[in-house]
């Protein structure tokens, strides 16, 4: 056996490049032909390998128009031998009907969706982010009795009613109204709303009908992702249960008959993977009371640890907070609750080595508008002068900002204030719903929320330079000299955030992706500083590849040479997230040799040992641990580096976190690039450690932490970038750039970490 794995590993790193594409041919054509094993009961999905199952009644709400649809993703997978990933996919859908009564689920209840100027302030952009990019269809009977069926793909609701928007007809201005009453003979509602659709069309709202099928692909509110986990989590036994019925539903249980045309035929049984081992995990290093060091080790195969419960485990670098502000917007926080969230505040990042004072030096309440943005920004921008004031030029400060709700957009009037218009002030948001006290069973009376003032001391020591623990190997370790606190070492992490496919004005510039770049300071591993870009989407197949990786390398490199007394990493260790197989030798090519050329600018003599990997999250492989009894989650730290995996390159599984609900999915790395000569064991395990050192919470987590820092700057880039009414990339680049140069001088070296 060994024997012929060694012989088709052989032939696959032999391949020339035609052979390569025929071999990809063959690969997309298995994976047509999956798409295509559904009936007429399912639905294939345009840009996914799904199946789903339609629904016979559309009765799984998810709230404000959508419900949710269930089914399967069946993807063709070349490992050791070829083999058929199957996972179960939920995904939301708009729902089938009129228009008008999808509009009653979105706008304010005392609001009437035939009459627009009756509708809320924030009710038009909330029915537009609900329809754009649906295909409507609509019926009228022209006058000559003709029976007319028309579709068009929504851009928006129209912020005036059909009487009072108007288009060129027969060289004449004319009303929606007027027009289908002409021409349809058709009696509107003159206040009922108008769609505003593909190709500058103008259609009755109470007209138009969604038709079954419509994919929903933006961002859920929070109530609606609260609703889709609920419906999709499912714990290791019941996520086989259900994968197993609908693939019977699929008649994927036996020989299925389009498959028996192609001469295929598969295995119904799960694979099961013999040779997967387990991880140690990391010591994790603290501080202590008397300025000793203490150590602890998570248990194996846990990935979480509690330091809560011992008042003697300070962070290892806690930082002292001279002054802070609380902004309260909306009237939403009494003062009773504030004082018990002070005093908490206080007296839990004490018991991490913290100096956080009992009161804020000025409690401010305002009032602000969702989707306001030209006066939201203003207004928040005075307030946060006015702390800045209060704080007298002390950087170990910050306002804390009680925003109405997750997912608000006016989180994103905070950042902007505070990154791009205020200079130097720390903001850390919170929810007025966690902001909250809870009832406490024990003294019978109101209670601090700990698990979540935890967490806000997690991100405000990390905010603000601190350091809450480290990591070192334990000490019968066989890896001891992969140990990232023994030499420096610059972590990078990478990603880029793309825009919608759909759903955006064709009339205005296609909104960019958002590439992040994050790297470690100091001998530490921590902090983190970051550095992020717009960047014109790559087309169609393209990789999406870091513009100026050059420039952003060598700026890091200087930082860190500026935060270490002078010391110059000896290894950069890069963990890129974003990369679709197909696109690995692009990426390669273009940023490895971006990041070679800043290290020979900064000196033609300095040539760093670089070790590239990349980070695989979406991806529909599943790992159990199955037992005669039950399946079960595969304990954190689990690693699968054979038979699923490339027979000729190196890549591996790992499932580093446990999961809080549902079954956890591990992820995807493969090794692009090493000359520091690591073995797999050294990579796998460095690789785990990583994920120890996510500053947000006491857990491993499924991503190494550069990669996870990358997301939340590329997160921050949109979230400064929302709203801005731009030129052209520079444009937007430049405003992005305020915080580092210009109108914020300081934020980016004074608050490296600020995105965390």
């Known amino acids: 056996m060994k024997e012929i794995l060694q012989d088709l590993r052989t032939k696959l790193v032999k391949l020339d490049e035609g052979d390569r594409n025929r071999l990809k041919l063959i690969w997309q054509c298995y994976n047509v032909l999956l798409k295509n094993l559904g009936d007429e009961k399912y639905l294939p999905m345009v840009r996914r390998s799904a199946l789903f199952r339609i629904p016979e009644i559309e009765d799984v709400f998810l709230g404000e128009g959508l419900v949710n649809w269930t089914g399967l993703n069946l993807t063709y997978n070349l490992g050791w031998k070829p083999y058929i990933n199957i996972d179960i996919d939920n995904s939301a859908f708009v729902k089938e009907g009129k228009v008008i009564e999808l509009l009653e689920q979105v706008i304010e209840r005392n609001s009437n969706p035939m009459k627009i100027g009756s509708w809320g302030r924030d009710d038009v952009q909330r029915a537009t982010d609900l329809l754009r990019g649906c295909k409507v269809c609509w019926n009228v009977v022209a006058r000559d009795g003709r029976r007319i069926t028309n579709a068009k793909t929504v851009m928006g609701i129209h912020e005036n009613s059909v009487s009072r928007t108007t288009f060129n007809y027969n060289e004449n201005q004319i009303s929606v109204k007027d027009y289908y009453y002409q021409v349809y003979g058709m009696n509107l509602y003159p206040d009922g709303p108008c769609v505003k659709a593909s190709n500058d069309a103008f259609i009755p709202a109470e007209i138009c009908v969604i038709k079954k099928g419509k994919n929903y692909n933006r961002l859920l ?197 505070s990154e791009l218009h205020v200079k130097g002030v720390l903001t850390q948001c919170v929810t007025a719903k966690n902001f909250e006290p809870k009832f406490d069973k024990r003294i019978n009376q109101d209670g601090p929320n700990k698990p979540v003032i935890g967490n806000l001391v997690l991100k405000i020591n990390s905010k603000l330079g601190g350091v809450n623990h480290v990591i070192v190997p334990p000490p019968d370790d066989i890896f001891k000299r992969i140990d990232i606190l023994s030499y420096p070492v610059l972590i990078i992490g990478i990603d880029v955030t793309h825009p919608p496919s759909l759903g955006f004005d064709k009339n205005k510039p296609a909104p960019p992706s958002f590439a992040a770049v994050t790297g470690s300071i100091g001998r530490t591993g921590m902090p983190y500083m970051m550095h992020v870009q717009a960047q014109l989407k790559a087309a169609a197949g393209a990789a999406e590849v870091v513009h100026n990786l050059q420039y952003i390398t060598k700026t890091m490199l200087l930082m860190f040479k500026n935060k270490t007394n002078g010391h110059k990493p000896c290894k950069i260790l890069v963990f890129r997230d974003g990369v679709g197989d197909s696109q690995f030798q692009e990426v390669l090519h273009i940023e490895m040799r971006a990041i070679r050329r800043a290290c020979t600018e900064l000196n033609v003599n300095y040539t760093p040992r670089i070790t590239f990997i990349t980070v695989q999250k979406r991806h529909k492989t599943r790992l159990f641990l199955s037992s005669k009894y039950d399946v079960t989650h595969a304990p954190a730290g689990t690693v699968v580096d054979t038979d699923i995996v490339h027979p000729a390159e190196m890549d591996f599984y790992l499932q580093s976190h446990t999961p809080i609900i549902g079954t956890a999915r591990p992820t995807r790395y493969h090794l692009l690039w090493d000359d520091s000569d690591f073995t797999a064991d050294q990579i796998q395990v460095l690789t785990y450690y990583l994920c120890y050192m996510y500053s ?44 580092e140069n210009g109108g914020c001088e300081s934020f980016g070296f004074d608050f490296p970490f600020h995105f965390i």
């Open 696 to 739: 947000r919470c006491n857990r491993s987590v499924k991503i190494p932490a550069p990669t996870y820092y990358a997301h939340w700057a590329a997160f921050r880039a949109k979230v400064l970038a929302d709203g801005y009414q731009y030129e052209n990339l520079e444009d937007l680049n430049n405003h992005l750039l305020q915080r």
């Open 221 to 417: 509110n929070p109530d609606q992702t609260s609703r889709m986990i609920d419906v999709a989590r499912k714990d290791p036994h019941d996520q086989v249960a259900a994968t197993e019925a609908l693939m019977r539903d699929l008649k994927l249980d036996k020989n299925h008959p389009l498959l028996e045309k192609f001469g295929i035929q598969f295995d119904n049984k799960m694979l099961e993977v013999t040779d997967a081992k387990v991880l140690k995990p990391p010591q994790l290093v603290y501080g202590v009371v008397g300025n000793t060091r203490e150590e602890i080790t998570p248990e194996i195969g846990s990935g979480k640890w509690d330091v809560w419960g011992d008042v003697r485990l300070h962070f290892f670098h806690p930082v002292k907070i001279d002054c802070w502000g609380l902004l309260v917007i909306g009237n939403l926080i009494q003062q009773y609750q504030i004082d018990i969230f002070s005093e908490a505040l206080c007296r839990i990042g004490g018991n991490r080595g913290m100096s956080i004072p009992r009161e804020p030096v000025q409690i401010i309440h305002i009032r602000l508008r969702e989707f306001d943005q030209e006066l939201n920004i203003p207004q928040l921008t005075e307030n946060l002068n006015y702390f800045k004031d209060e704080f007298n030029g002390s950087k170990a400060s910050f306002v804390l900002v009680v925003i109405p709700k997750k997912n608000s957009k006016i989180y994103n009037h905070v950042k902007q204030a």
